[in-house]
């Protein structure tokens, strides 16, 4: 049984005249006669009396709502996929780091909005190893991440470097820490550290550079917001390893320091967008794409010229 034949058939149904189903379905006569004879031998079952006029038989008529339903069926989901690719989606949804969310996406969120006005725009703020899963699993159409490349291997997945940022570290202002103008990780190590949850990128590796340095990263507390992060060093015990990027606030900020590191050389961490290759082709995803890579922070733009 053939999706053609089921048209063939309703066509017959709807106008009581194989000619005009013929017409109707852009074939000829003798095509569609074809069609309905293969599909009553399928069915084992007549489905018209062949007369002047093209009346269903009783098994015709048990047969015609279950073929409209079909048929409708099938004019929905190609209508939708052409929409699809015409760039007449309803949503698209976006997976960001906070840091991103905070100070680089909002250009980029507005000008999309005004581009695509009827797409309802969806951002979630998410950790990296957790945006990447999302993506993985459909459920947002493009992720802007801190690097996995556990997870961004594969075939259908299109990766795009943004930029590299260095780590730094982030103290209350009377810190022992912020009398250095660059912290030596020998004297970072002795202090005890608010970290990101597990399942952030940032998490992971912190945690490798202590283990290559073969010392103990004393994690005392985790949290997911960067609001979080600067209220708990802002007491004066811990410190916090961040990005350069999530640090903005905590330059302007007199109760906290914003120090390098001594010897930062490789202690970077590479920000990503990631989306698949089938999303890729859709318009409003390309145009999103486009805009995040016409809007890399300054600071950052250079670097990229140089890779």
């Keep these: 049984m053939r999706l053609e034949q089921l048209q063939a058939f309703l066509a017959i149904a709807q106008t009581g005249s194989f000619q005009q189903a013929a017409r ?23 489905l018209f009396h062949r007369s002047s006029h093209a009346k269903l038989t009783l098994g015709g008529e048990c047969l015609l709502p279950r073929v409209r339903k079909i048929c409708q069926e099938w004019q929905t989901a190609t209508q939708e996929l052409t ?8 949503e698209l949804c976006i997976a960001a780091i906070h840091s991103l969310c905070a100070s680089y996406l909002p250009p980029v969120l507005q000008k999309f909005c005004h581009d695509y006005p009827e ?3 969806r951002v979630t703020s998410l950790g990296s190893d957790r945006a990447l899963k999302v993506l993985k699993d459909g459920l947002v159409d493009l992720a802007i991440v801190m690097n996995n490349r556990f997870l961004t291997t594969g075939k259908e997945m299109v990766v795009e470097v943004l930029y590299e940022e260095s780590i730094e570290v982030l103290t209350a202002a009377h810190h022992p820490l912020a009398q250095y103008e660059s912290i030596p990780w020998s004297e970072l190590v002795r202090y005890p550290q608010v970290v990101f949850k597990d399942g952030y990128g940032m998490q992971r590796l912190v945690q490798d550079k202590f283990e290559r340095l073969e010392a103990k990263l004393q994690a005392a507390l985790e949290v997911n917001t960067l609001d979080a992060f600067r209220g708990v060093v802002r007491q004066g015990e811990l410190v916090a390893l961040l990005p350069y990027s999530a640090l903005m606030e905590a330059r302007k900020d007199s109760t906290l320091a914003v120090r390098p590191l001594a010897d930062n050389s490789g202690f970077t961490r590479q920000v990503v967008m990631v989306t698949t290759q089938d999303r890729l082709q859709i318009p409003p995803i390309q145009n999103f794409w486009r805009l995040v890579l016409e809007h890399i922070p300054p600071q950052f733009q250079q670097q990229r010229s140089a890779s």
């Design 24 to 46: 109707k379905c852009g074939v000829t006569q003798s095509t569609i006669s074809r069609q309905i004879q293969s599909l009553e031998a399928d069915l084992g079952v007549e």
């Design 83 to 90: 929409d699809l690719m015409e760039g007449k989606q309803p």
């Design 119 to 121: 797409v309802q725009l």
